[in-house]
């Protein structure tokens, strides 16, 4: 087996090699939201190292819950043209480009100015950086349908935009198990 045999996945999508760029928050968007003339151009400097799959950083489904001040989101359709050409870079030599999509629940900084929510009213631990993070708001259950329509709905738009695929991060110290009374844990249960 060499580097540069390429794998069919079970859905039928084929990666050209099994070199992949993985998910780096770039914090590169414009005053939209949306993908920068610079963060097209490091796609494209990507795309011609030639990995055969290329994961975006993550993009916010929610322009309200944002994880840094030049985070890209995509939650309707108003910038789709520059999404568009976002994936055509990725995608300009051969690699499959997906989008990881992302809702950073209670691991949104403080100093964003945001409402943090999450499962849990419980607070990040992440030792001498816990206090840039603010004790979240308990999530009720319209909060947590919301965030789910979300994420389906910047999956609609991603496909639609030509990527390829979506990545979808649920970081167990943001929402998924996200407290110590498990209440994220139950939600991220899968459910019929
Ligand atoms: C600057 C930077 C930004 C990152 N942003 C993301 C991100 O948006 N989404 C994600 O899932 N992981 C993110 N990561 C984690 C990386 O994708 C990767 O999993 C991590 O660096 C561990 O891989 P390594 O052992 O090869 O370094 C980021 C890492 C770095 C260094």
Request: glycine share 8%; charged share 25%; proline share 5%.
């Amino acid at each position: 087996m060499s580097l540069f045999f390429p794998l069919t996945l079970p859905c039928g999508a084929v990666i050209p090699n099994r070199i992949a760029k993985a998910a780096m928050e770039e914090n590169m968007a414009d005053d939209d939201h949306a993908p920068s003339a610079e963060l097209l151009r490091l796609y494209q400097a990507w795309a011609e190292g030639e990995a055969g799959l290329i994961v975006t950083g993550n993009v916010m489904v929610d322009a309200r819950a944002m994880t840094g001040p030049g985070g890209v989101v995509l939650e309707d359709d108003r910038h789709l043209d520059r999404f568009r050409a976002w994936a055509e870079a990725a995608r300009s030599r051969g690699a499959q480009a997906w989008m990881q999509i992302n809702h950073p629940g209670r691991q949104m900084p403080a100093g964003l100015d945001q409402e943090t929510l999450a499962p849990s009213a419980i607070a990040l631990d992440l030792g001498a950086l816990s206090k840039q993070f603010a004790v979240p708001r308990e999530m009720t259950e319209a909060d947590i349908a919301e965030v789910e329509r979300r994420f389906v709905t910047t999956a609609i738009l991603a496909e639609r935009a030509g990527f390829t695929g979506v990545q979808i991060r649920t970081v167990r110290r943001q929402l998924r198990g996200a407290g110590d009374d498990g209440r994220g844990a139950r939600w991220a249960q899968p459910r019929t």
